[in-house]
């Protein structure tokens, strides 16, 4: 299939959302409003900012501080386990192959865990993917279903990762890898997952501070990069990662 084409240009946000540094220490918490436009969502995207939508109350803008990021120049961490996981299942990964769909299995959270991928949000991310702002990356078994994947927004060299799930087990962090591998050799600089957390570090993610986090985005946020959308096999990521 090749790369994914450029973006379509987009308007002027109707908003003007504050500045990433005036977010609040604890929480990133850096607006309420606004909406979720394609103007107003990639305007967000390039400057550091994102929604996050909470129940009963209008919808929150965050920045945090750190900021979650993998440099793909470093490449994911693969675990012993997992090499074993890539070079055995027999999986393949595409690019926007199901963009609907993963959105949709990030959506189904069970029971009493929660989730922030709304129906709005679903729509709001629909738009932009069908302007080339927003992808997906599918994780398939060998019988031709889908068992994981993730979907974010790229602004430039910047890879904002939204979400991500599985229905067997690692498949989630075969997604993630993926992304890393062809987002670095599509030219890319940064996966940017928002909030540090224990089970992303463990894929190589690092803890950043905001002002160097903007600071690495303003660089690259204009950069011309094409993520490859061809069906690839898992068991290519197994042999040069570092483990």
């Known amino acids: 299939m090749g790369p994914a ?8 946000s109707a908003w003007a959302l ?14 309420f409003g606004a909406d979720l436009a394609v103007e107003t969502l990639v305007d967000a995207y390039r400057r550091g900012i994102f929604p996050w939508p909470h129940d009963a109350m209008p919808l929150p803008w965050f920045s945090p501080d750190p900021r979650g990021v993998l440099d793909v ?31 949709g299995a990030c959506a189904d959270r069970p029971a009493g ?24 990356l599918e994780v398939w078994d060998v019988g031709g279903r889908l068992v994981g994947g993730l979907y974010g927004v790229r602004v430039g060299g910047c890879f904002t990762g939204e979400s991500m799930f599985h229905r067997e087990p690692d498949a989630s962090k075969v997604a993630f890898v993926d992304l890393v591998r062809r987002w670095g050799e599509a030219g890319g600089a940064m996966v940017d997952v928002q909030i ?8 190589g993610v690092e803890a950043m501070a905001r002002p160097e986090f ?18 690839l096999a898992v ?3 197994a042999g040069s990662e570092a483990g």
């Open 5 to 12: 084409p450029p973006p379509r240009p987009v308007g002027r």
């Open 18 to 31: 504050p500045e990433p540094a005036s977010a609040d220490e604890a929480t990133g918490l850096v607006a």
């Open 73 to 103: 120049a470093a490449g994911a961490r693969v675990s012993k386990s997992l090499r074993q996981r890539l070079r055995r299942c027999g999986w393949t990964t595409t690019v926007d192959a199901a963009f609907d769909q993963v959105v």
């Open 113 to 136: 865990e929660g989730t922030w991928v709304s129906g709005e949000m679903r729509t709001a991310y629909g738009r932009l993917h069908r302007l080339g702002w927003a992808h997906s």
């Open 196 to 203: 540090p957390t224990d089970h992303l570090a463990s894929l």
């Open 214 to 231: 903007l600071a690495w985005l303003a660089r690259v946020r204009h950069a011309p990069v094409g993520v490859a959308r061809d069906r």
């Open 235 to 237: 068991s290519r990521l």
